[in-house]
T-cell receptor, first 112, second 114 residues
Framework: QQQVKQSPQSLIVQKGGISIINCAYE??????FPWYQQFPGKGPALLIAIRPDVSEKKEGRFTISFNKSAKQFSLHIMDSQPGDSATYFCAATGGTASKLTFGTGTRLQVTL | DVKVTQSSRYLVKRTGEKVFLECVQD?????MFWYRQDPGLGLRLIYFSYDVKMKEKGDIPEGYSVSREKKERFSLILESASTNQTSMYLC?????????????FGPGTRLTVL
């Protein structure tokens, strides 16, 4: 009930391409879905977040797409840059949950 | 800017030692968290605290304890370190007792238990 499944585990994208990371959740009470970005040697930092009242949220090159009926959400990075190389974590919470539940992480490498 | 600092970036300890990991935040945040990060397992919550002297168990509290004597400081204690506690430990804080509040993470402590 509390799991968040994230895929792929790793991703290699060429500069200028689109990076797509997917997450699926089970708990229908979840109503807040953030993405955190972690650079090597640093702690994760909030990148973008969405609530299920909208199907999409865009901030610059980063977009979250949300499909409530499928209980899935994804992060799209347009025009991927080498500086986007990092580990990305999706997360979810809501309802009676007392914590954020994180996905297992995706290591993104953007090549020149 | 919120700053969360952790006492050590790297730590090497021996099996059976008592280990203290310290975390300090400078933004008067109510909530503090301890996570461990392992490849393929993501971030797993060990303990969290909503107030001074208050603590709640997370997903994997076994083998750990915590202490929050002051609002800005949250300590993770490994009473008797074991090799399966070799991991990256991340501390985080958030402003309020709402799970939608942004969590601000420290840089992590990589602990190796030999």
């Amino acid at each position: 009930q509390q799991q968040v499944k994230q895929s792929p585990q790793s991703l290699i994208v060429q500069k200028g391409g689109i990076s797509i990371i997917n997450c699926a959740y089970e708990n229908t009470a979840f109503d807040y879905f953030p993405w955190y970005q972690q650079f090597p040697g640093k702690g994760p930092a909030l990148l973008i977040a969405i609530r299920p009242d909208v199907s999409e949220k865009k901030e610059g090159r980063f977009t979250i797409s949300f499909n409530k009926s499928a209980k899935q959400f994804s992060l799209h990075i347009m025009d991927s840059q080498p500086g986007d190389s990092a580990t990305y974590f999706c997360a979810a919470t809501g309802g009676t949950a007392s914590k954020l539940t994180f996905g297992t992480g995706t290591r993104l490498q953007v090549t020149l | 800017d919120v700053k969360v600092t952790q006492s050590s970036r790297y730590l090497v300890k021996r099996t059976g030692e008592k280990v203290f990991l310290e975390c300090v935040q400078d933004m008067d945040h109510e909530n503090m968290f301890w996570y461990r990060q392992d490849p393929g397992l993501g971030l797993r919550l060990i303990y969290f605290s909503y107030d001074v002297k208050m603590k709640e168990k997370g997903d994997i509290p076994e083998g750990y304890s915590v202490s929050r004597e002051k609002k800005e400081r949250f300590s993770l204690i490994l009473e008797s370190a074991s090799t399966n506690q070799t991991s990256m430990y991340l501390c985080a804080s958030s402003l309020d007792r709402y799970l939608t509040d942004t969590q601000y993470f420290g840089p992590g402590t990589r602990l190796t238990v030999l």
